[in-house]
């Protein structure tokens, strides 16, 4: 069956702290690629997304990710990060008309 | 431009009885989808609207359907509640332009508690 896994369910890191969240997913052939974050008492928003091109994609607040299709892989990355990135973190995959989100990861930056 | 708004924000329950939960997408989507997110199980798509039609549905049993309405405005319907229905629900819209490829928009969602 087609998945999405994140593999960290829960992050604690201090701030200055380097950040990768792991994707993995088991479509074949070509997908879109989503990260999406629920901030505390807020809406899922978008934080960046891959259609093409530059497998290197940069998103808002300094995040960034990786797709590589060797590994079905499209982790999320940040080199510094901030308390205000405490938030449960989605990963997204689209293929044709359907689309599976990962289970999540919540990550708490400690102050 | 308002964003997507979703009606009631809590709700409960108890088993056996039935609930209506609407979305208002923004203005112009033409798209809605419907998540169920729990712990455990995390964000888990339900069904998606598009121009009054159900263009795709998950893996969920018949107690829970939806439509939408001409102004693309969604409900979403669940009979005979179970204890396991308890979540929160989101809605989602999109231009849907160019199929799966849109950024969805997601609302505050309704918390669903069934006792």
């Known amino acids: 069956a087609q998945s999405v896994s994140q593999h960290n369910h829960h992050v604690i890191l201090s701030e200055a702290a380097s950040l990768e969240l792991g994707c993995n997913y088991s479509?074949?052939?070509?997908?879109?690629l989503f990260w999406y974050v629920q901030y505390p008492g807020q809406h899922l928003q978008l934080l960046l997304k891959?259609?093409?091109?530059?497998?290197l994609v940069k998103g808002i607040k300094g995040f960034e990710a990786e797709f590589i299709k060797s590994k079905f892989s499209f982790n999320l990355r940040k080199p510094s990060v901030q308390w205000s990135d405490t938030a449960e973190y989605f990963c997204?995959?689209?293929?044709?008309?359907?689309?599976?989100f990962g289970k999540g990861t919540r990550l708490h930056i400690l102050p | 431009k308002a964003g997507v708004t979703q009606t009631p924000r809590y709700l409960i329950k108890t088993r056996g009885q039935q609930v209506t939960l609407s979305c208002s997408p923004i203005?112009?989507?033409?798209?809605v989808s419907w998540y169920q997110q729990t712990p455990g199980q995390g964000l888990q798509f339900l069904f998606e609207?598009?121009?009054?039609?159900?263009?795709n549905k998950g893996n969920f049993p018949g107690r829970f359907s939806g439509r939408q309405f001409s102004n693309s405005r969604s409900e979403m319907n669940v009979s005979t509640l179970e204890l396991g229905d308890s979540a929160l629900y989101l809605c989602?819209?999109?231009?849907?332009?160019?199929?799966?490829?849109?950024?969805?928009?997601f609302g505050p969602g309704t918390r669903l508690t069934v006792t």
């Open positions: 997204a995959v689209t293929r044709d008309d359907k689309i599976i």
């Open positions: 203005s112009g989507h033409r798209s």
């Open positions: 609207y598009f121009s009054e039609t159900q263009r």
């Open positions: 479509y074949g052939g070509t997908v879109n």
């Open positions: 891959y259609f093409s091109g530059d497998p």
């Open positions: 989602a819209s999109s231009l849907a332009t160019s199929g799966r490829k849109d950024e969805q928009y």
